[in-house]
């Protein structure tokens, strides 16, 4: 059964910096697309960033692009999302997600149907 399970997540200033961890165990080799979701409070969970096994392709949301940076580690099974000048509007509870890299992912990426594990979560807070 495979479990990701993320860290790194706490309390930040505004203009902090964080990096948030998911490692991934019980996986069967396969090209599996890595990435986050996050939930603020009341509000829809919105895709964050993904990146492919290869760690060519990554995708980024409007809202995070050039603040976030994702990046993965094949070797440690684990993925990272390396967050600079963090805004309060940032806060949620961020998920780590994996999902097969099958044709449809390249069109379909922001979809949470699309993923098919998902972390329990972690709370990351931009507050002075």
Known sequence: QVQLVESGGGLVQPGGSLTLSCTASGRTPS????????????????????????????????????????????????????????????TAVYFCVDGRETPDFYSYYRREGTYEHWGQGTQVTVSS
Do not use: C, H
């Open 31 to 90: 090209r599996y697309a890595t990435g986050w979701f996050r939930q603020a409070p009341g509000k829809e969970r919105e895709f964050v960033s993904v990146v492919t096994w290869s760690g060519i392709t990554k995708y980024y949301a409007d809202s995070v692009k050039g603040r976030f940076t994702i990046s993965r580690d094949n070797a440690k099974n684990t993925v990272y999302l390396q967050m600079n000048s963090l805004k309060p509007e940032d």
